[in-house]
């Protein structure tokens, strides 16, 4: 059976064929309550808190989860879906595009309300609208297990952002991971959530890419990652995020891509990058930045000491653009940068030399570009040695593995490092010959996830 097949067609309303009485005023478990407790007698030592039947607490996360979600999905009139059935004791589960609509949703709430092993939950696309925005805040108001949820695209509009809001005040949830992307969320939107999320400590990853949001940006201060992409902050919007970074302590990761903010916005940021020591990852990718706004970020970047990724994809940058911003890094002693994305950007074999000069100083840095002017034949990166070959002989030639050479860049002999540590590591020993194309191809191998390279596969090949 394929994993996301229904027990029957896939989960809509089935209003006609069931009727099941409901009132707005009910609570998620008592609903839950009113056919079961027919059948059976409540335990006297039962909470109060929960009202949930189940007699047999020993069979609670087998036979009893999928009763109640069979009981819920009669109560509100859907068909099951059997994937979650089959999933909900995982501590990760995925019904993004299920066609679940506020009926279905109120069924997956009903049974979440006492569950303790989904932790990860996916509903992006499924129509849920306010009334599962409801269902799905009672639940959190009485699950302290799940932590991350995706209600993106969703289309919840105002309402929702009223109904979302009033939760993240009233937060008491062990929620930290919250994605609203492309949910038609529009300026009131931001002051909602901006008013909600002012005293909200407990969010700490926030994806509100994919909405309208113009003058007005949401951050709190416990907040480390925030996605802004796609929206329509121009430079009111991007100034007014600015003031508030300027002294947050918290936020690791911003993601302000394709917003066309311009000159003026990144001229902010660099304000920002100035005073700021804390954000360590920034995309400003297309967001229509000439040279000009390129070198207040760089004037920025010869004094920022936290900063490790800066994505520039697609805006107007000329070489002479890219060599400012290289040399700023080489001016900075003290500079943390790791990652460059000017992939866009055509550059010419001088600053390919001059970027070497850079990467002697910080052996960290990697830089993307587009290629390289008139580059000859026996320089192009695509001709160097396979590095896993070379490292494969090395081990070899010393009758020892590869995971043994990999262990050895790292003083603490775990299996994952950071990704700018493990290039650091690779291009300052000198067992294998290698240099920082050869760094970025074996990365892509080891494959990097989250900022870490993870050789501990090399575990099951060890000789």
């Not at 995309?283 to 930045?289: E, G, K, P, R, T």
């Given at each position: 059976?394929?994993?996301?097949?229904?027990?029957?067609?896939?989960?809509?309303?089935?209003?006609?064929?069931?009727?099941?009485?409901?009132?707005?005023?009910?609570?998620?478990?008592?609903?839950?309550?009113?056919?079961?407790?027919?059948?059976k007698?409540?335990?006297?030592q039962?909470?109060?808190?929960?009202?949930?039947?189940?007699?047999d607490?020993?069979?609670?996360?087998?036979?009893?989860?999928?009763?109640?979600?069979?009981?819920?999905?009669k109560?509100?009139?859907?068909v099951?879906?059997s994937?979650?059935i089959?999933?909900?004791?995982?501590s990760?589960?995925?019904?993004?595009?299920?066609?679940?609509?506020?009926?279905?949703?109120?069924?997956i709430?009903?049974?979440?309300?006492?569950?303790?092993?989904v932790?990860?939950?996916?509903?992006?696309?499924?129509?849920?609208?306010?009334?599962?925005?409801?269902?799905?805040?009672?639940?959190?108001?009485?699950?302290?297990?799940?932590?991350?949820?995706?209600?993106?695209?969703?289309?919840?509009?105002?309402?929702?952002?009223?109904i979302?809001?009033e939760f993240?005040?009233?937060?008491?949830?062990?929620?930290?991971?919250?994605?609203?992307?492309?949910?038609?969320?529009?300026?009131?939107?931001?002051?909602?959530?901006?008013?909600?999320?002012?005293?909200?400590?407990?969010?700490?990853?926030?994806?509100?890419?994919?909405?309208q949001?113009?003058d007005?940006?949401?951050?709190?201060?416990?907040?480390?990652?925030?996605?802004l992409?796609?929206?329509?902050?121009y430079?009111?919007?991007?100034?007014?995020?600015?003031?508030?970074?300027?002294?947050?302590?918290?936020?690791?990761?911003?993601?302000?891509?394709?917003?066309?903010?311009?000159n003026e916005?990144?001229?902010?940021?660099?304000?920002?990058?100035?005073?700021?020591?804390?954000?360590?990852?920034?995309?400003?990718?297309?967001?229509?930045?000439?040279?000009?706004g390129?070198?207040?970020?760089?004037?920025?970047?010869?004094?920022?000491e936290?900063?490790?990724?800066?994505?520039?994809?697609?805006?107007?940058?000329?070489?002479?653009?890219?060599?400012?911003?290289?040399?700023?890094i080489?001016?900075?002693?003290?500079?943390?940068?790791?990652?460059?994305?000017?992939?866009?950007?055509?550059?010419?074999?001088?600053?390919?030399?001059?970027?070497?000069?850079?990467?002697?100083?910080?052996?960290?840095?990697?830089?993307?570009?587009?290629?390289?002017?008139?580059?000859?034949?026996?320089?192009?990166?695509?001709?160097?040695?396979?590095p896993?070959?070379?490292?494969?002989?090395?081990?070899?030639?010393?009758?020892?593995?590869?995971?043994?050479?990999?262990?050895?860049?790292?003083?603490?002999?775990?299996l994952?490092?950071p990704?700018?540590?493990?290039?650091?590591?690779?291009?300052?020993?000198?067992?294998?010959?290698?240099?920082?194309y050869?760094?970025?191809?074996?990365?892509?191998?080891?494959?990097?996830k989250?900022?870490?390279?993870?050789?501990?596969?090399?575990?099951?090949?060890?000789?």
């Amino acid at each position: 059976m394929d994993n996301d097949e229904p027990l029957e067609p896939e989960t809509k309303d089935e209003s006609d064929s069931v009727s099941a009485p409901q009132s707005s005023d009910e609570t998620l478990y008592c609903e839950a309550e009113a056919s079961v407790a027919a059948e059976k007698e409540k335990p006297a030592q039962e909470s109060s808190e929960t009202d949930l039947e189940i007699e047999d607490t020993e069979k609670f996360f087998t036979t009893g989860q999928k009763e109640l979600y069979l009981e819920a999905c009669k109560l509100v009139g859907v068909v099951p879906v059997s994937y979650f059935i089959r999933n909900m004791e995982e501590s990760y589960v995925n019904l993004n595009h299920h066609g679940l609509g506020p009926n279905g949703t109120k069924a997956i709430a009903i049974a979440l309300v006492s569950n303790t092993t989904v932790l990860t939950l996916e509903l992006a696309d499924n129509c849920i609208m306010q009334e599962g925005i409801l269902s799905l805040v009672e639940m959190l108001q009485e699950n302290y297990y799940l932590q991350e949820i995706n209600i993106s695209d969703n289309d919840l509009g105002l309402e929702g952002a009223r109904i979302l809001s009033e939760f993240l005040q009233n937060n008491t949830s062990s929620l930290f991971s919250l994605q609203l992307s492309g949910n038609n969320f529009k300026k009131e939107s931001a002051e909602l959530f901006c008013q909600a999320l002012s005293n909200n400590y407990r969010i700490k990853s926030l994806d509100l890419s994919h909405n309208q949001f113009c003058d007005k940006a949401a951050i709190n201060v416990g907040l480390q990652s925030l996605d802004l992409s796609w929206n329509h902050l121009y430079i009111r919007g991007v100034v007014a995020l600015c003031n508030g970074l300027r002294s947050n302590v918290s936020l690791k990761k911003l993601d302000l891509s394709m917003n066309s903010f311009g000159n003026e916005g990144a001229a902010a940021l660099g304000e920002v990058l100035r005073l700021n020591s804390y954000l360590t990852y920034l995309d400003l990718s297309s967001n229509n930045i000439t040279n000009d706004g390129l070198s207040k970020i760089s004037r920025a970047l010869e004094l920022n000491e936290s900063l490790k990724v800066l994505k520039l994809f697609l805006n107007p940058i000329s070489m002479d653009g890219a060599v400012l911003l290289i040399l700023s890094i080489k001016r900075n002693p003290k500079s943390k940068m790791e990652d460059i994305d000017i992939s866009n950007v055509l550059v010419s074999e001088q600053f390919v030399k001059i970027l070497d000069g850079v990467c002697a100083i910080h052996p960290q840095l990697d830089v993307l570009y587009k290629s390289v002017q008139a580059l000859s034949a026996k320089k192009t990166p695509f001709t160097w040695t396979n590095p896993v070959k070379l490292i494969q002989s090395y081990a070899d030639q010393n009758k020892i593995s590869i995971l043994d050479f990999f262990r050895s860049l790292n003083p603490s002999g775990e299996l994952m490092m950071p990704v700018g540590e493990f290039r650091k590591a690779m291009i300052q020993q000198n067992k294998v010959p290698i240099n920082r194309y050869q760094v970025r191809e074996l990365i892509k191998k080891l494959g990097e996830k989250t900022g870490m390279v993870d050789f501990s596969f090399l575990t099951m090949t060890r000789s």
